[in-house]
Every structure is written in structure tokens, then in C-alpha cells.
């Protein structure tokens, strides 16, 4: 069989007994989060659980250092660039973000390595707490989630294997996220990536109510590093928080703090794009690092601010005395990759598609934010290179199953209503009744809004529509909307 580069994500089993066991719990990733559960209210979600169940297990987050990383969008990519900094200074590194792509394991790394616990660890780990976690589960009425569960094996692992220090990734909001047992003793620093409009009815209904919820993960006295950059009144919002929680501030939209974007590369096959990090800031405390060409695979501006964030985190604990030199700052930075970001498909995985020849970009986008940050990565990566300007030829609506289940899916046909009701409020000629004739039109003026069943079938029709419609210039297939419609392609390709 043809191993690709995402290998490493499928070739072990799945815990098949620990997947049932979570299945069995209520999972709000199927059924969406209830109104308010993330705020820190009556109405959001009881972390006293949480505290009750980690106790049972020993206070295993008690054991090591932890930073931990909350913001509507980017949390994952810092999470990932922060852990592989540490990684490569030699430590061994806890890791717990979410969601997965291709497997469950994915969401938990530990040691050295970066790559998904195996299957024979978390087996061993689920055998040994199972009695605990089934009497939990028992003392709380069957009130435990998934994401509870899964997070306390995470962190009893990342006990388990004596790891240095842990990156763990709030799930929603901060306040009453399971992840939010941290006690400023174990925690070396917090981050708030962004404040966007993502789970707005489970978050109190505005971004200040948004902004609230992730301040929750400030602890007191322990720094905080801010992404951004924010609305002012948002910006004030977190201030106010750290101040009162006696926090010092680090802000990666320091005027201090300057990155650019120089050009692309290409290493290995896949595009990289050099880019310069220049850091010094000297409110609270003093931070210093000049990187010039850094070769990040993160492709985009939101990537390459994403990776400075890390690096400001990363200079964060070097003040408290982490061992961390600007030599492993580099090659961390340089040295992530997650699917599903800004990634374009090899030759190879295209030709398994069977869209030989196509240019195929991946990016979970789904917020308006990412939406945008995704068009600026096409733009500023390949215009240079290959466009003299970005032309939107056709779009294709499809579903895909989100953990499982078609509960939280949109309709294509919905979907498709949005988007014209969009080209005609900014005034955009659509084609969009589906049909075979609309399909194949070949008016340049005119952009075609077409359903399909399936991401599979949506990509051959796209592939045919671009072979009409751009001839002989260069055109890329942009697979969007959401890390589940990625996850399904990605699939797709591991089963060829």
C-alpha cells in the first residue's frame, strides 16, 4: 500500500473498547453545545465534576507544568508550534488539543516523538482507570461527558509518562472547560489565541461574552501571552482580567513584534514560506529573538502570527528558567506541519484522487476570520507565483458527518441558499440551479453554485469545471468549511 505523509496517523488500530466507552457518554462535538455551557454561570457546565473526577484519579494535571492555550481560532496551530519548540530543546512534551482528523489518538501526544499515543498506551492507561472512571460516572448520574473523560485520560497519561511540561488546548471558551483544572501552581503560562464569533449561543451571544469566557484560563500571577489582535473593548476586556489575577501581559501585537513574509520555497516537494520573526518587547518583562528566514510548512500571515505567538510563549518560559534557545525556537517553528491547515496535497496523493495534474489546497476554515485568512494564504503565497489575480470559477456544496453523525450537518442545499443570497448582496452573476447546463457553462462572468453528495464527488465535478473553464492557466481546487469535510478527503485517501 502507498504510505503518505499522513501515515503515521492511521497505520496503528484504534482503542476500539476505549472509543465504544466514550461513545457511551454524551458528546456534545455530535450534539452541539448547549445555550450558555461555556459561560461561567448557573447555566454552564459543572467543572465541580471535573474537580471530582481528577481527584479520583489522584490530581494527575498536579504533577508537571502546563501551559494552557484557549482563542476562537489558532489555538491548535500555537499549541502545535509551542510543543515542538520544547520538543526540540529536548523535553518531554504532553500535548492534548482537539479536534482529530483522521484518529482519536491524534488528539494526545506525549515524549519526545510528536506523534499520536499508540494504541498499546492508551489501552494500558483505559484498563488501569476504568474502575475509577465507572465509578465516576456512576456517583454523577452518567453527567460525565466524552470530552471530560477524555481529557482526564490525557492528563493522567501525560502523569503516567512523566512528561516536563504539557500544551493543552481548551475545548470551548475557557471558564467551564474540562481542561480549566489547572491551578496557577501547575501552570507556567495561559494563551488567548482569538476572540471570534464561534459558539455564540454556548458563550453567552457576543464577543464580549466570548472574551469573558477565555479570560477564565488566566490564573493568578502566572503570564498570559495574547494573539490578536483584538478590538479594542476586547483587548480591554482580557486586560482587566490579567490585571485583577495579578498576570503579566504579553501581547504578540506588540509594536514591538514584527514579522513578514519574504516568499516561498519549496522543500521536499511542498511549498514553505520564509519568513522573518523579530521579538522585543520590554513592558512587564523582557523578551529578545531575531529569527530571519524561517522556513515555516504553516502556510499564511495567520500561521506566521500563530508561530510568533509560540515563539513569545516559548521566550515566556525561558524567563521563568526553561532551557529553551533560539536554535530550537527556529527548527520547532520549522518542524510543524498539521493536516488540514493550509495544506496542499502532494502529486501524488492528487493522482490517487484521480485529479492528476490538480492543485489541491485543505483548510478547515469556518469562521468568517479563518474564511478570510484562508483567502489571504492563497493570495500572498501563489499570486506572484502563479495568478495575476484570484478568480472564483465555481463552488461546490457537499456533507460530511461531524464526529460521526449527521446532527450538526448542514444541508448542501442550505448551504448553497447562503451563498446565493450572498453573491446577490454584493452583486455577483451566479449560476446556481444545479443543472448539467449551468454546470458546463463556459461564461467567464459567471460563477456556478452547484450541491453534490459527497466532498469525493464534489472534488472530480471541480476538477472537470476548471478543466473547461481555465484551459490552460493554473488553477487550485480549495477544499474548505470545516476540519470534518478535510477529515473525510483525508480519508478517502487513506483507503485507496
Known sequence: MTRFFFSKYTEEPEPKEFIDYLDSLKNYEKLGVPKDAGTDSDDGLDLGRMRRLM??????????????????????????????ILREEGYSVGCYTSPHMMSIRERISLGQSGN??????????????????DEAIQLENGSLTHFEVLTATALTLMAEEKVDIAVIEAGLGGARDATNILCSSELAASVITTIGEEHLAALGGSLESIAVAKSGIIKHGRPVVLGGPFLPHIDCILRDKALVMCSPVVSASDAGIRTSIKGLVILDGRPCQLSDIMIQVERDFPLFIELSDVKLRMLGRHQLHNASTAACVALCLRDQGCRISDKS????????????????????????????????????????????????????????????????????????????????????????????????????????????????????????????????????????????????????????GSLHIVSSLLASLQSA
Do not use: C
Open 55 to 84: 481527584d479520583r484519579l489522584g490530581n494527575p494535571q498536579s504533577k508537571f507544568k502546563a501551559v494552557h492555550v484557549a482563542g476562537t481560532k489558532g489555538k491548535g496551530s500555537t499549541a502545535a508550534f509551542l510543543s515542538n
Open 116 to 133: 499520536p499515543v499508540s494504541t498499546k498506551t492508551l489501552n494500558k492507561l483505559f484498563h488501569m482507570i476504568k474502575p475509577k472512571l
Open 329 to 480: 525556537i527556529r527548527a520547532g517553528l520549522e518542524n510543524t506541519f498539521l493536516l488540514g491547515r493550509s495544506q496542499f496535497l502532494s502529486s501524488k496523493e492528487v493522482e490517487v484522487l484521480g485529479l492528476p495534474g490538480a492543485t489541491i489546497l485543505l483548510d478547515g476554515a469556518h469562521t468568517k476570520d479563518s474564511a478570510k485568512a484562508l483567502v489571504d494564504t492563497t493570495i500572498l503565497a501563489f499570486a506572484r507565483e502563479f495568478f495575476s489575480g484570484l478568480q472564483l470559477e465555481a463552488v461546490f456544496l457537499t456533507e460530511a458527518d461531524i464526529a460521526g453523525a449527521k446532527s450538526r450537518t448542514t444541508p448542501a442545499s442550505l448551504l448553497r441558499d447562503y451563498w446565493i443570497q450572498a453573491s446577490e448582496e454584493l452583486g455577483i452573476d451566479t449560476l446556481h440551479d444545479g443543472t448539467e447546463k449551468n454546470r458546463d457553462s463556459l461564461e467567464e462572468n459567471k460563477i456556478i453554485l452547484v450541491t453534490e453528495k459527497s466532498p469525493e464527488v464534489a472534488m472530480r465535478a471541480a476538477n472537470e469545471t476548471l478543466g473547461r473553464r481555465a484551459g490552460n492557466h493554473s488553477s487550485v481546487i480549495v477544499v474548505t
